[in-house]
T-cell receptor, first 115, second 113 residues
Framework: GAGVSQSPRYKVAKRGQDVALRCDPI?????LFWYQQALGQGPEFLTYFQNEAQLDKSGLPSDRFFAERPEGSVSTLKIQRTQQEDSAVYLC?????????????FGPGTRLTVT | GESVGLHLPTLSVQEGDNSIINCAYSNSASDYFIWYKQESGKGPQFIIDIRSNMDKRQGQRVTVLLNKTVKHLSLQIAATQPGDSAVYFC????????????FGKGTLLTVNP
């Protein structure tokens, strides 16, 4: 497909479980971003990759959150020992150029519900 | 107005009317602004952007106005259509990084046929 894809689209986890969320960016896009969107709020920045390098992880809420992009394409956001406050939509975006604040193309998101 | 908790600011218009959605941004050093449209179950979709050296930019049926003096951004949608119904977010690119976007709270636009 031509757009950013994310899987799974929906995930229900029991508190304490680990989850892994996948993002397939647009082919050839250098920049990849993860955002967290709570219900009724705007997306909040989590982390930024330029190719395989994680240049900014300042938005990750705790050390239970970990993201990787080992080959500079697909990225995985992992959340360990999930808590109820982790319930949100996790959005991935990609951009063609390095440091692309502009023209960030968003995926449909993964809705995580922690019970 | 300001949203509290889960309550988004809302705007309800009739099909064919013009819509104006407002956004107050926080950082006077921000130099790039974007409007996004988010439909239910989808990710944000780019609509239009503007740099701080401009005060107006027009696209197809949309116009963005920037008032740096009062740190205010607006999105005008001409001849609003039912397909325009969505949540609209403004986002600012704050000085200090060239990639990080800070999103506002969003406005829910409902277009009545």
């Amino acid at each position: 497909g031509a757009g950013v894809s994310q899987s799974p689209r929906y995930k229900v986890a029991k508190r304490g479980q680990d989850v892994a969320l996948r993002c397939d960016p647009i082919s050839g896009h250098v920049s990849l971003f993860w955002y967290q969107q709570a219900l009724g709020q705007g997306p909040e920045f989590l982390t930024y990759f330029q190719n395989e390098a994680q240049l900014d992880k300042s938005g990750l809420p705790s050390d239970r959150f970990f993201a990787e992009r080992p080959e500079g394409s697909v990225s995985t956001l992992k959340i360990q020992r999930t808590q109820q406050e982790d319930s949100a939509v996790y959005l991935c975006a990609s951009s063609l150029v390095p440091g692309g604040a502009y023209e960030q193309y968003f995926g449909p998101g993964t809705r995580l519900t922690v019970t | 107005g300001e949203s509290v908790g889960l309550h988004l600011p809302t705007l309800s218009v009739q099909e064919g009317d013009n819509s104006i959605i407002n956004c107050a941004y926080s950082n006077s050093a921000s130099d790039y602004f974007i409007w996004y449209k988010q439909e239910s179950g989808k990710g944000p979709q780019f609509i239009i952007d503007i740099r701080s050296n401009m005060d107006k930019r027009q696209g197809q049926r949309v116009t963005v106005l920037l008032n740096k003096t009062v740190k205010h951004l607006s999105l005008q949608i001409a001849a609003t259509q039912p397909g325009d119904s969505a949540v609209y977010f403004c986002a600012e690119n704050s000085g200090g990084s060239n990639y990080k976007l800070t999103f506002g709270k969003g406005t829910l636009l409902t277009v009545n046929p």
